[in-house]
Antibody
C-alpha cells in the first residue's frame, strides 16, 4: 500500500524558514517523480514544486521560485521542501504527491497524496 | 498562464447524473485529470487522461474532453459523492501544473 506521510509543519513568523519532509513507503520511491501541492484554508489546490526520480529535473511555481527548494533522498525514501523567506500567503496545508510515471517519462498528474502538513505563517 | 474554469457548485438528487465542466482554451488538446476531495481529506484521483479510471474508482465516474470543455460525469449519484472536484492539466507555461477552480457537488 502506497503511503506518503508529511511532517515538519507548524507556526512560523514571516521571513523565517521551515523544512517539510515526506516519508514514502509501499512503492519503489526512486522510480517516480514527486511533488508538493498546497491548499490555503478554504481555497483550491496549487502546485508548488516537483522533482524527477533522479533529481535531474526540478520545477517551481512562480509564487515560490527563489524562496523554496525541493530535494529528495532516494536512500531514505524521503522528499523535502525547504521554505525560506516565508510570507503570510504561504499559509496552507502542504501535500506530498506522487507522479505515476516511471523513470521513462512523467505522467504529469498525481496518483497518490499524503494527508498534508499545515504551515501557518503569522507574527 | 493557463486558466481552468469550473462552476463553483453543482447540486444533484440521489440517483441522478451530475456533470462538472472544466473550461480552458483548446483544452481538448490536453490530457485532463480529475480529483475528488471530501472535507478534511486529501484529494483522490478519480479520472486521468481524460477518461481513464484508476483501480477502485466506480464506473459511475467518467470523463470526456473536447474543444474548450472537459467534463466529469457522475452517474447514479450517491450521498458519498458529495465533495469538491478539481480538474487539472499540464501546460508548458511557467506554472505547468494547473488546477481548476474547483466545484462543490451537493447531493440533495
Amino acid at each position: 500500500e502506497v503511503q506518503l506521510v508529511e511532517s515538519g509543519g507548524g507556526l512560523v513568523q514571516p521571513g523565517r524558514s521551515l523544512r517539510l519532509s515526506c516519508a514514502a513507503s509501499g512503492f519503489t520511491f526512486d522510480d517516480y517523480a514527486m511533488h508538493w501541492v498546497r491548499q490555503a484554508p478554504g481555497k483550491g489546490l496549487e502546485w508548488v514544486s516537483g522533482i524527477s526520480w533522479n533529481s535531474g529535473s526540478i520545477g517551481y511555481a512562480d509564487s515560490v521560485k527563489g524562496r523554496f527548494t525541493i530535494s529528495r533522498d532516494n536512500a531514505k525514501n524521503s522528499l523535502y521542501l525547504q521554505m525560506n523567506s516565508l510570507r503570510a500567503e504561504d499559509t496552507a496545508l502542504y501535500y506530498c504527491a506522487k507522479d505515476p510515471g516511471g523513470t521513462a517519462a512523467m505522467s504529469y498528474y498525481f496518483d497518490y497524496w499524503g494527508q498534508g502538513t499545515l504551515v501557518t505563517v503569522s507574527s | 498562464s493557463y486558466v481552468l474554469t469550473q462552476p463553483p457548485s453543482v447540486s444533484v438528487a440521489p440517483g441522478k447524473t451530475a456533470r462538472i465542466t472544466c473550461g480552458g482554451n483548446n483544452i481538448g488538446s490536453k490530457s485532463v485529470h480529475w480529483y475528488q476531495q471530501k472535507p478534511g481529506q486529501a484529494p483522490v484521483l478519480v479520472v486521468y487522461d481524460d477518461s481513464d479510471r484508476p483501480s477502485g474508482i466506480p464506473e459511475r465516474f467518467s470523463g470526456s474532453n473536447s474543444g474548450n470543455t472537459a467534463t466529469l460525469t457522475i452517474s447514479r449519484v450517491e450521498a458519498g459523492d458529495e465533495a469538491d472536484y478539481y480538474c487539472q492539466v499540464w501546460d508548458s507555461s511557467s506554472d505547468p501544473y494547473v488546477f481548476g477552480t474547483g466545484t462543490k457537488v451537493t447531493v440533495l
